[in-house]
């Protein structure tokens, strides 16, 4: 394994790293800035390497960002309704930012647009990132923690620790948009998707979930055997309407909140043989096939355009505080944030 840094320009008027490490065949780099996900490099069945993570080539890019390409986003990942929750019956107001809802925490000045400090590990990068009680609108003196690393068997890991001095919301994810042919090869529709989940959770005109954990069987959303990305996506199905394409949590089949790593997700691209399998420790995964990517511009000068990428967001569920059936992701005081996610590589 190799981890080196080098400075990848300035934002904000300070000097940003990007982090590069290399091992099993794989090549990442992150920044500090955002704890941002930059670069993929993965080989496909012939040893030619390509990157697969959509981004941009400076760290200007990444100041701006507003579709979060390999942003690390929390310490509230995805939608809450009305941007409000309660914890021990204190009511927090986040940022209202989408409609009349919370996205992603912060769009302006979120964990995505913040200069992490970094320390390089004998293994890893290590992003650490301090929030003061109140700030975002939640509670708590906290302190944030991703360790990046790439394992020796070709995995890109993701090792998340959250410490706060009061009860809190922590939902911690990674919005990477992959696309293994490359991340200017065009379409990702044509890519093949499993998902080891038998139920999702229905969404609202707002993309709110509505509360209710629906099976997938007889639906589009219904990706148990692997199936292309676009075979379905443009089906008459009213939760593909209602957010152009697929952006929903799906349900993971087995979870218990036990810290074992279950797969996820499993998606191939036929042409090059790249594969990758989303294995977590989350209770739940946002399949978004990247509706709303239009002319965003990217890495060579060129623009991302609709269903150019996909993510896939290990988390708790979106809104969860707000729901009684979903596990309520609050911890703090003297209980710790861990979560683990781990992207796979290989070739088929």
């Known amino acids: 394994m190799s981890i080196t840094k080098e400075s990848f320009g300035r934002a904000g008027g300070r000097e940003v790293g990007l982090y590069t490490i290399s091992r099993a065949g794989i090549t990442l780099k992150v920044t500090d800035l955002g704890a941002c996900i930059v670069n993929i490099f993965v080989p496909d069945r012939n040893g030619e390497t ?12 990444y100041a701006d960002n507003s579709c979060f390409l390999g942003a690390l986003i929390g310490p509230s990942a995805n939608r809450i309704g009305g941007g ?17 809802n919370n996205l992603h925490t912060d769009f302006l000045n979120g964990s995505h647009k913040r200069i992490w400090d970094a320390e390089l590990l004998d293994d890893a990068v290590l992003l650490t990132l301090r929030l003061d009680d109140g700030e975002f609108g939640m509670p708590g003196n906290r302190v944030m923690e991703v360790a990046y690393t790439v394992t020796d068997s070709a995995a890109v890991q993701l090792s998340y620790r959250v410490y706060s001095d009061r009860r809190t919301l922590i939902n911690m994810t990674n919005h990477c948009y992959f696309n293994l042919a490359g991340e200017n090869a065009g379409s990702v529709e044509g890519h093949v998707l499993q998902l080891f989940c038998d139920s999702y959770c229905p969404v609202k005109p707002d993309s709110i979930p509505t509360g209710e954990i629906a099976p997938v069987e007889g639906t589009p959303l219904d990706f148990r055997a692997p199936k292309a990305i676009g075979r379905d996506i443009g ?18 089949d ?8 279950r797969r996820a997700a499993a998606v191939h691209d036929p042409a090059s043989g790249r594969a990758m399998d989303v294995y977590t420790t989350l209770p739940g995964v946002q399949f978004y096939s990247g ?24 988390q708790y569920f979106p809104d969860s505080m707000n729901h009684e059936n979903f596990a309520h992701p609050v911890f703090g005081a003297d209980t710790e944030y861990r979560s683990v996610t781990e992207y796979r590589f290989y070739t088929v």
Do not use: M
Not at 84 to 100: K, M, S
Not at 254 to 261: A, F, H, R, S, Y
């Open 291 to 314: 509706n709303f990517l239009k002319e965003e511009s990217g890495k060579g000068g060129r623009s991302y355009a609709v269903r150019e990428g996909f993510c896939l967001e290990t």
């Open 235 to 252: 089906a008459d199905f009213r939760q593909l309407k209602l957010v152009g394409g697929y952006d929903h949590n799906f349900v993971i």
């Open 50 to 61: 390509a990157d697969v993570a959509l981004g941009f080539d400076t760290a200007a890019g």
């Open 84 to 100: 409000r929750f309660v914890i021990d019956g204190e009511a927090w107001q986040l940022p209202i930012n989408e409609n009349t």
């Open 254 to 261: 087995g979870w218990e909140n036990d810290g074992t790593l």
